[in-house]
């Protein structure tokens, strides 16, 4: 499996590719975790909004896909009316359509955007924005830079 080192330099400048893509209002952001988590945080502060969610989900096990996608830990969204949902990368494309599943059957009422940095084209669905394709298994530096 061919391994890429993403860095923070790299990361920060893709994150100005997606936000200058991004053309449609949001009043709340919400991140699959982990790896959507500083994508949320940061976007969060750019945008200045404090209704930055996360929920969970379990889709891999290392880097070998699980038979399902597990959601859980759903936030309340009941005052939200379009949020986007960030991830750091769509790669099979099943864990964001298993967060899509759960909330919009929750939520109907709530429209969802969806953004990523990295999208995989034989994905089994496209987020609204993202920035790249993916060279290979992507090692982003947060999973990386604190190993000894």
């Known amino acids: 499996m061919n391994k890429i080192y993403y860095p923070y330099k790299e990361y920060k400048q893709d994150l100005k590719t997606l936000i200058s893509k ?26 200045d909004l404090r209704e930055v969610y996360a929920i969970n989900t379990i889709g891999y096990d290392d880097t070998e896909k699980k038979a399902s996608v597990e959601v859980f830990n759903v936030p309340n969204l009941k005052s939200a009316k379009q949020v986007l949902i960030v991830d750091d990368i769509v790669d099979s494309g099943d864990t964001l359509v298993g967060v899509l599943a759960v909330l919009n059957e929750k939520y109907p009422e709530v429209t969802f955007l ?35």
């Open 22 to 47: 991004i053309d449609q209002p949001f009043d709340s952001i919400l991140c699959i975790a982990r790896g959507g988590l500083s994508m949320a945080q940061m976007l969060g502060e750019y945008y």
């Open 114 to 148: 969806t953004a990523s940095i990295f999208y995989k084209k034989t994905a089994c669905i496209k987020p609204t924005w993202y920035v790249k394709e993916p060279k290979g298994w992507v090692e982003f530096f947060w999973s990386e830079d604190l190993k000894a």
